[in-house]
């Protein structure tokens, strides 16, 4: 409930005519001041006029009057500057550490507004409770809010890699080559591709990317899949190769249970994965350079055509031989690397080195693809959203997971758009 009051009381979604303090005394909102997240008062910086006096301090919102007791503020010197106690229900009179009585005021929230509310943040997560109401809302709005998440989501991706980037004192390679192996993992075997990129630094790959045994005997071995006994020749060569290369660089292989296989389609088993990471990585020596360079999404699915080892054709793992069947990585799979890694990969880049060219490609091949295709995405699509292509579907993933599935329907722009409707209509 105090979540609805802070954001009604900030847009003022509430009559502002004839206001008064529950004990009669009239009074006009100038500024409702600043929201406040972190310790201390609710608003900072609210002008209310009394009579023909203007007040400048902080407010505090509560449920019920008594709340400032419970919460302790009668005792805290900091909610001594507080001008207003608004209230959803009031229950007692409260007072600063001095003795000094505080006004209040009862927030009016009418029914209408309520219900809205609480439909909006009660409705079950595989919903969309607002979309009947999208009719409302102006076009512009829906293509704004669009525009707005799929940015803040690319955002959030080019922080992230921008932290890694500097984890690594400037290396954009080393940060790349761990950003890319975790996106081989789509999901369940992510951890576990990433422990293997940071155990096992590019600069070693490097040094033997010329051969191609070399690359899948580091990757392999590395990654815990070579420690048993198997008699196959591609594995005995794997294997003395790996233990070559443990040796020369002290490595210690990771332990093999830390790979999932469970509900996998077997051509996403890791090993198979691990196959076509070490094919590219083989095909691809100047790995970050080439991918940065690709400007469009073709050119870019281009750079994941891999050649795996004959061995692969009738194996998904080591030691069980499977139905022959060509392995490699699906478009779906393909895709979604390029949406999750490669185009936040590049907005990173363009933006450390303030390169706005770079930052319109990676939205503009996000606008070029197709839009994702998974659970969330379907579920938006019903709607009169509109889900086009790659950024949309990027959109409506921040949106459902950030806003939806967390309730913060007042953060949202829908969600304030549609409860302010709702205060209009109850005017």
Not at 180 to 201: Q, V
Request: glycine letters at 4%; aromatic letters at 12%; proline letters at 4%.
């Amino acid at each position: 409930m105090e979540q609805l009051m802070y954001h009604v009381w900030r847009y003022r979604l509430f009559t502002t005519r004839s206001l008064m303090t529950t004990d009669g005394i009239p009074f006009e909102v100038i500024d409702p001041g600043l929201r406040n997240s972190d310790s201390g008062p609710d608003f900072f910086n609210a002008k209310l006029k009394f009579g023909d006096t203007v007040w400048a301090g902080n407010l505090e919102i509560h449920n019920r009057s008594s709340d400032w007791y419970h919460h302790g503020h009668h005792r805290d010197e900091s909610y001594d500057n507080v001008i207003l106690n608004v209230v959803s229900t009031h229950d007692a009179e409260v007072y600063r550490t001095n003795g000094d009585k505080i006004r209040q005021f009862v927030l009016p929230l009418s029914e209408e507004l309520l219900d809205d509310y609480n439909y909006l943040t009660t409705r079950p997560e595989e919903t969309v409770p607002c979309a009947f109401r999208f009719r409302e809302l102006e076009p512009l709005i829906l293509s704004d809010w669009k525009s707005a998440l799929a940015t803040e989501r690319l955002l959030e991706k080019a922080n992230r890699i921008k932290g890694l980037v500097d984890r690594y004192q400037g290396n954009w390679e080393e940060a790349f080559y761990i950003v890319l192996c975790r996106s081989f993992g789509t999901g369940i075997n992510s951890d576990a591709f990433e422990r293997l990129a940071r155990s096992l630094p590019f600069n070693y790959l490097l040094k033997h990317i010329d051969s191609r045994l070399q690359t899948e005997a580091f990757l392999f071995g590395q990654a815990g899949f070579l420690e048993e006994e198997n008699d196959h020749p591609y594995y005995c060569l794997l294997q003395r190769e790996y233990r070559l290369l443990r040796t020369k660089f002290r490595l210690k292989p990771l332990p093999v249970t830390m790979w999932r296989l469970f509900r996998l389609r077997p051509n996403a088993f890791p090993q198979v994965r691990i196959a076509c990471l070490a094919s590219l990585l083989y095909r691809q020596k100047r790995l970050f350079s080439i991918f940065m360079e690709a400007e469009s999404p073709d050119a870019l699915r281009m750079l994941f055509r891999v050649e795996l080892h004959a061995f692969w054709e009738n194996h998904y793992q080591f030691g069980q031989v499977a139905t022959e069947k060509a392995k490699g990585l699906g478009s779906q799979t393909v895709d979604s690397i390029l949406i999750n890694t490669l185009v936040p990969m590049l907005f990173a880049y363009g933006e450390r080195t303030c390169n706005r060219m770079l930052e319109e490609r990676a939205v503009a091949i996000l606008e070029q693809m197709a839009a994702e295709d998974n659970r969330i995405v379907r579920m938006w699509k019903q709607t009169a959203i509109g889900v086009e292509n790659a950024f949309d579907s990027q959109a409506v993933i921040q949106l459902q997971r950030e806003y939806c599935d967390r309730k913060k329907c007042l953060f949202c722009r829908i969600g304030h758009q549609l409860l302010r409707c709702s205060f209009i209509s109850s005017q």
